[in-house]
């Protein structure tokens, strides 16, 4: 089939969520894209798990808009990576974020306002919570895999120690197990420009008829600085003036875009505070610092790991430096120290963290391999 | 003589000075410091040129405050690495800068109001031109040494080339021949935070009242998370919570402070923007963008320094991620190019783009070293 058998559908829960922090949403909807056919003893699901500005929508295009291609489709579809003619794939947009499952810009039905500053703040775990009543909900005992790249790997991470009888295969990419301190700065200066953005009402801009662009903006480009690897940069833009061409290359001393770097950030910005909301990004941003599996163990990740049954995929890329090999090493090893069976590449691909998302040759290869492995073990 | 014999002065420019950018500035002051005494053949004269934040406030307390020790304290005085007993050494306020000389905030007198947003983009080319008629005027016509570290780096070297005959020892600290892609991008995340914000008004919030302090704020926070290395940000901070000593070691959900490192970068962007002027920022940020001295030989670096005279001592820091040990190298080779007499070292040292301002005690005896040996050379 080259097909792809893309469905989409959005799912209500009633019973009260129970979150990490002491509060509770009682009642919440979650947009649901599946890919290919469940089979019929539901052993081929594989739940995708997104990071800070993706959706549900992972693969082909989408019914609502076609312009929009699903944020993974290069690794999920028909004869893809992950290929739905063996497997059941469901991307879900998270609780809280913005692409219509229920999140700050939701109505709450207590005040029949949007939520605004009032939307709880959530955790990595608190997802995974959520996203076990919708496998329950679409009949789905046990995953084939749980996969993500980024916080969608934390979130796979999370998976497999909150539910360990429900993930056969846990496949982490480019992911860490908690935050440095230095991821956490990037996310607090994100963080403060729209905190600090005077149309953000502390968070209640929706009435307001505004929203704070600026802030959003300026979280995005310094995002953007922390996906791409120093030489990535200085490879696509190096010192380049952004000038039409033919004009002189000479500098316009002024504080407009004068170097093609300046004008990729702020194209990158104004397009994402154009759709993305911004209690949205708080929340998911405070989420990653969150996640920490090993706190209540003093730290120790080989604790935080000890109960898990899926086999694992670790894959990481040699210039991530916002999470570098380094912290995808510290996963393996805690597993090791379990014997956790476990698969680990490090990719040596010019991306930085961006990199997950992209095409790499060998990174697909090695995907495509894992999941072949699986397709066949099921079949047999 | 234990005693530092400080000294400040404004010194007063009449004659129009013409910018690289093509406009020129009518009249202008600087700001001056010293420290110890000139001898009498005026050969014992070294320029210190300060980075983006600092002044001509080198070394000892300020005759106005005295609760402010020089930026460079740990350097420059009696009995220190640059060693103000043998040395006259020279703190200037640059052009543009907001601690006493001529810039953005003062009068401009064609208009009686301040400049603002009319005042003129410079170059660090531009800078040491000022500061070549600063030493005219001090009666100083070649120095003992240049010296700078990051953006005062590149006015010492810049100093090497455009007045190669004046200039005997060129000191050239965690400094780089030009902005990465990288760079640039932090420095346009930092200027966007100013120029986005609604106090701004388009440069001119002097004549409002106000000061855009959101902007510089979220400026000095991105800027401190590029000083510092990641290593230096998990030894400092790690993960630690923000709390009151007792208090439960549990997160409270929240977008305010959550972890030290969070208190920090809020404490460094509440100081900053309380003391510096917007404007300045985004003209010496503007400035280490444009610096770029092989420019007009199509990047040949060793081109643009071929008319170097003065010795070079060139230093660089393991962990400086801004102006990697790399870029230094870049420096270097260029220099052994041209058969220009170089010493390199590369400091083992843990606080990142910062230690140029710590007393690392083997930077510190490099240093020593080096002008004690200039001083003995002078004697003999």
């Known amino acids: 089939m080259n097909e792809l058998h893309l469905s989409k559908k959005t799912y209500h829960f009633d019973a009260p969520l129970r979150l990490q922090s002491g509060a509770s949403i009682d009642q919440y909807n979650l947009v649901v894209e599946t890919y290919g056919q469940l089979n019929a003893n539901a052993s081929n699901a594989v739940l995708i798990c997104h990071a800070l500005n993706a959706s549900h929508h992972v693969a082909g295009i989408d019914l609502d808009n076609s312009n929009e291609l699903g944020w993974w489709d290069n690794m999920v579809g028909p004869g893809k990576p992950v290929d739905t003619n063996h497997f059941f794939v469901i991307g879900v947009n998270n609780l809280g974020s913005c692409f219509g499952s229920t999140g700050p810009m939701s109505i709450n039905p207590q005040t029949n306002e949007p939520y605004g500053a009032r939307f709880p703040v959530l955790t990595v775990e608190d997802w995974v919570n959520a996203q076990a009543r919708l496998a329950d909900q679409m009949g789905i005992r046990k995953f084939a895999a749980v996969m993500g790249g980024s916080l969608g790997g934390m979130q796979a991470m999370s998976w497999a120690t909150q539910y360990p009888e429900r993930v056969a295969h846990c496949v982490v990419i480019a992911s860490t197990p908690k935050l ?82 300046e004008s990729y950030l702020r194209h990158q910005g104004d397009k994402f505070s154009g759709y993305f909301d911004a209690n949205t990004y708080l929340l998911i941003t405070r989420a990653l610092d969150y996640f920490d599996p090993a706190k209540r163990y003093q730290g120790d990740l080989s604790q935080a790991l000890a109960n898990v049954r899926a086999k694992f995929l670790v894959i990481s890329f040699s210039t991530d430096w916002r999470f570098s090999p380094d912290r995808s090493r510290e996963i393996v090893q805690a597993l090791l120290n379990n014997k956790t069976d476990v698969s680990y590449a490090e990719i040596d691909a010019p991306h930085g963290h961006d990199a997950f998302l992209l095409d790499d040759e060998r990174y697909h290869r090695l995907v495509r391999a894992y999941f072949a492995t699986m397709a066949e073990a099921k079949c047999n």
């Open 180 to 261: 440095s301190a230095q991821n956490i700065a990037f996310n607090e200066v994100a963080r403060n420009a729209i905190l600090s953005d005077p149309d953000f009402y502390g968070g209640d801009y929706y009435k307001h008829g505004v929203v704070p662009k600026r802030g959003l903006r300026l979280a995005r480009m310094v995002g953007h600085i922390t996906y791409l690897s120093d030489d990535d940069m200085a490879e696509k833009f190096g010192r380049d003036l952004q000038r039409l061409a033919g004009a002189p290359d000479e500098y316009r001393f002024s504080f407009d875009v004068e170097f093609a770097v």
